[in-house]
């Protein structure tokens, strides 16, 4: 990203931007355009719901934790009409709610289901393929919009296949560059929709973006070095291939988990089948302060645990593993997360480390110690 910034209007810009947008169709597993926004996920958010929606339009959003909060609050300031569904903050999406709630919509009066497919503040990741495979069955029209935020190049993540109509994904998770990209990758059917959608929009509207993007550049100016990062990003991504890049996680979070199981403590997601590769969060026990717990970590060994959102404020904190992360690295965060459970007095059993790090190098694969001798 260190590099001089160059007109975005020339030759070489071009290059750079047909590169980024191309290799972002890989990442999201799409045939179709990805827009990218200088914003932060939130603007990429909004963008999807003023691409597709008209005033008034019912939305039907799942609460998951404190970022489908956001979903609901984007959604209402623009004017939609949203039929929050109440979920207990440990689950993701509920198939079942899904099911309920647009069977007994025979008018098909729901314009769009709006889904957070890894919930950061929870750790509990929604079944995107079995939503759609409802949304399927009932034959409900409605758009299916999915957060990805937390999950894009970290969780196996299909766009064409689970045929979602618009992902949202931020920069500075999966992809690894700080903060200031947004990203929707869009279906034809929401292409479709955003030909009759009467939400106003300018800096956010699509068809602008997609007329500069065929010949690599944009309608205004473009964050140029996060780009250069995307790009390199992308590289990465490509050499360790994503089936690795997701097993990798997969691995990490249930060594994270195994952990958090032998310290004797709670993981905030309570369905197997939900558990996020991206991070875990756990559950401090009652009368001890999870932010107390994380101000003595960071002020003892200089790391920052994620904290409690929302509803768990207090309750819980998170522990991240996505990104360009390796298992030297997730073994020293959980010392430091056993550390300070034993500086903040926080009851646990000792031994999680050790049973993350029995997950991550199985006995079969260790080797014999050598012979002691003079």
């Known amino acids: 990203m260190d590099r001089p910034v160059i007109d975005h209007r020339g030759p070489e810009f071009a290059k750079l931007g047909k590169e980024v947008l191309e290799g972002m169709r890989a990442i999201f597993r799409t045939s179709g355009p990805v827009i990218i926004y200088p914003s932060s996920g939130t603007g990429a958010c909004e963008a999807s719901l003023v691409n597709t929606l ?95 935020i937390s999950s894009l190049a970290c969780i196996d993540y299909r766009h064409d296949e689970w045929e979602v109509d618009v992902t949202v994904c931020g920069s500075q998770k999966g992809l690894m560059v700080p903060p200031g990209l947004g990203f929707n990758a869009v279906s034809e059917k929401a292409l479709s929709a955003n030909k009759t959608a009467k939400l106003p929009r300018s800096y956010w509207d699509w068809q602008e973006i997609l007329k500069h993007n065929q010949a690599g550049f944009f309608p205004y100016t473009p964050a140029t070095n996060h780009l250069y990062g995307l790009r390199e990003a992308l590289l990465m991504l490509h050499e360790e291939g994503l089936p690795n890049v997701f097993r990798r996680h997969d691995r990490h979070g249930e060594a994270t988990r195994a952990a958090v199981r032998a310290w004797g403590l709670a993981i905030v997601c309570e369905e197997p089948l939900e558990y996020s590769s991206s991070m875990t969060a756990v559950f401090t026990p ?18 920052s ?3 409690g959102l929302g509803k768990l404020a207090g309750k819980a904190f998170r522990i991240g593993h996505l990104g360009s992360f390796n298992d030297l690295m997730l073994a020293g965060t959980l010392s430091g997360v056993e550390m300070g459970l034993r500086f903040a007095g926080v009851p646990h059993r000792d031994g999680g480390v050790m049973a993350a790090l029995d997950h991550l190098v199985p006995a079969s694969t260790k080797s014999e110690p050598a012979p002691v001798g003079r």
């Open 54 to 148: 008209s005033p008034g339009d019912r939305v039907l959003v799942f609460e998951t934790g404190h970022f489908s909060g956001i979903w609901r609050q984007a959604a209402e300031r623009v004017g939609l009409n949203v039929e929050y569904v109440p979920g207990n903050w440990r689950r993701g999406a509920s198939p079942a709610d899904l099911e309920a709630r647009l069977g007994s919509d025979p008018q098909r009066t729901f314009k769009a289901v709006v889904v957070v497919h890894n919930e950061t503040s929870t750790g509990a990741t929604s079944r995107i393929a079995e939503l759609r495979h409802i949304m399927n069955r009932l034959r409900h029209p409605a758009l299916l919009i999915v957060d990805a």
């Open 286 to 303: 009652e009368g001890h302060n999870a932010d107390r717990l994380r101000e003595i970590v960071l002020e003892n060994f200089d790391m």
């Open 305 to 307: 645990l994620g904290a």
